[in-house]
């Protein structure tokens, strides 16, 4: 019998104010675990934490070394994590001629060194009771890289990189960690984007979604709860075996072997 029951676990995901990492929140709160989460405002803190009892949401900029030590200080007061999602990042789309040092940097930071900094203070407990879970929210991007998310492809390509280097270094002490690859997901990125190409053909953002979506091979995008559903199951008992891998969530999207 598949086993989903994480109650006695506890789980931080960071950037849940919406999309994927709200999703993952709620999903793993109901399957039990309870879960700390960030966001950058306090309205989104506030309506997520009201889930359930066993959410609770933290202010935290994750672009910033010293609010990213800051959170990790109270889930550390708290208890610390058993599953550790990074999640947090942005997609920014820009000219690579027209970038600046400080535009890479930053991105590098939220993106990237978020991770990094979480999973290096997170995953010392997981060790000693040799049981973690560490789940890498990367994207297609960072397989299937393109000019208008230079930075943010090479970003989460990295975190694809750190998340295998990191599985083969510590699967032997129960800590699994895998990577997730969202594809096209309907989330506030997409709808931007959309609504971006609606005013300019003077269409809709539902029809330039539904145009879009329709070149997936289930087509549709994606929701946020499916992309959810893989993390939330990356870490149960049942992905037991499951180290090292790079999951792509995509209805289908690609042609490689």
């Not at 998310?149 to 800590?175: F, Q, W």
């Amino acid at each position: 019998m598949i086993d989903l029951n994480l109650e006695g676990r506890q789980a931080v995901v960071t950037g849940a104010s919406l999309g994927i990492g709200e999703a993952a929140v709620k999903e793993l709160a109901d399957m039990g675990a309870s879960v700390i989460f960030c966001a950058r405002n306090q309205e989104a803190v506030n309506e997520l934490s009201g889930y359930s009892e066993k959410v609770i949401g933290l202010v935290a900029d994750l672009g910033e070394k010293e609010s990213t030590e800051a959170f990790l200080d109270q889930v550390e007061a708290a208890g610390g994590a058993d599953i550790l999602v990074n999640n947090v990042g942005a997609s920014p789309s820009r000219n690579f001629l027209y970038m600046s040092d400080e535009d890479w940097t930053d991105l590098h930071e939220l993106n990237l060194m978020s991770a990094v900094r979480c999973t290096r203070r997170l995953l010392p407990k997981m060790r000693k009771q040799q049981w973690g879970r560490i789940i890498m929210v990367s994207s297609g991007a960072g397989k299937y890289p393109n000019a208008a998310t230079i930075d943010y492809g090479a970003t989460k390509a990295a975190m694809i990189s750190v998340g295998k280097s990191l599985s083969k270094k510590y699967g032997s002490d129960g800590v699994l960690v895998n990577s997730v690859l969202p594809g096209l997901i309907r989330t506030a990125m997409w709808e931007r984007a959309a609504t971006e190409i609606a005013e300019a053909s003077e269409t809709s953002m539902e029809a330039e979604l539904e145009k879009r979506g329709s070149g997936v091979p289930v087509g549709r995008y994606g929701t946020s709860k499916e992309v959810a559903d893989v993390i939330a199951f990356l870490c149960s008992n049942s992905a037991a075996y499951i180290n090292g891998a790079s999951i792509e969530v995509n209805g289908g999207n690609t042609a490689h072997i």
